[in-house]
């Protein structure tokens, strides 16, 4: 069974996620902009971008890609989880309508 889709805007989705997500999208956006503007300033401060600096960029954008890859692959494995729960709770509501039904 699927769900409906509804057009969202991104602000209302903003606004449905919770503070763990946001917090998450934040940090992930700023360890990224961090590592944009570090190779920034070492480029323009040396004219070249030493090994040091390339690390660190790399650094600061797997731990952004980590954390964003992280957050998602959970929020799906409970969202599937919610979904699993919700349609075994229907069967049971199921088996125990057609119970009372066979008992009248």
Known sequence: MKKEMT??????????????????????????????????LAFILLMYIPTSVI???SLFASFAMGIIAGGLYFKNQLMELNIKTEERLKELDMEIEDRLKMKE
């Open 7 to 40: 057009n969202t805007t991104t602000h209302e989705k903003w606004k449905d996620l919770g503070f763990k997500d946001k917090a998450q999208y934040i940090m992930a956006l700023s360890f990224a902009a961090a590592s944009i503007i570090l190779a920034f």
């Open 55 to 57: 690390t660190m960029s």
